[in-house]
Structure formats: C-alpha cells, structure tokens
C-alpha cells in the first residue's frame, strides 16, 4: 500500500492550496478502502500534529481548531483518493503535510493511522 501525496507548494499569506493523496496498492485486500484517512502536519523542530481526519464514507469529518474554517478534508473512494483544501493560508501553517490511513472511524491520533505518505511541503510567505 503506498499513499503519494501531492499538491504542496509556495503560496503567499491569504493563498489557497489543495493537497491530494493518492492511494494505491491492496486497498481491498487491506480494507483501506473502508478506514478513515487524516492529514497531518510537521513545522521544522516540532512534532507532529492532527490536522483534520475523513472517514471511509466522508459523511464524518474532524478538524484541527488551528484550521477550522479554513481547510476542508474531502475524498473521492472511487478515485482512491483523499484531498486537503486550504484556503486563507497563514505563515504558521508552513510544514510538511502527511496523508495517512488505518483507522476505522475519523481520529486525531497519529498511532492509529497505519499507512503513511512520504509528505508535501507547504510554505506560506508572510
């Protein structure tokens, strides 16, 4: 199972970037098609942190209160893909995005999520 994320970039502050995440590999056979997938995010020299979650149906969504209102967590099953939409980007949200799957309902912890994607870098100039 491999997740690809993409879609990262230089934006100035007020910009709007869409993260996509690309699942391929045994997705049936792993039942990936039926767990919860999240995106989170690491700034340079600090942890990483939930930043908003899906599960299988996208009828249950979960956000980070840093990105309420802002980012938008959607997915497309048929396209075995996941996507980020960030609007009104602010230099604090400039870290690497991780796609990630696993869990059978939308959580914030990392531990739960099993497969991860290898990161998109998003920076956002003041």
């Known amino acids: 199972v491999q997740l690809q994320a993409s879609g990262g970039g230089l934006v100035q502050a007020g910009g709007s970037l869409r993260l996509s995440c690309a699942v391929s590999g045994r997705t049936v056979s792993t039942r990936l098609s039926t767990t919860a997938m999240g995106w989170f995010r690491q700034a340079p020299g600090k942890e990483r942190n939930f930043v908003a979650a899906i599960s299988w149906s996208g009828g249950s969504t979960v956000s980070a209160d840093s990105v309420k209102g802002r980012f938008t967590i959607s997915r497309d099953n048929a396209k075995n893909t996941v996507y980020l939409q960030m609007n009104s980007l602010k230099p604090e949200d400039t870290a690497v995005y991780y796609c990630?799957?696993?869990?059978?309902?939308?959580?914030?912890?990392?531990?739960?999520?099993?497969?991860w994607g290898q990161g998109t870098l998003v920076t956002v100039s003041s």
């Open positions: 990630a799957a696993g869990p059978r309902v939308a959580v914030q912890t990392p531990n739960e999520y099993v497969y």
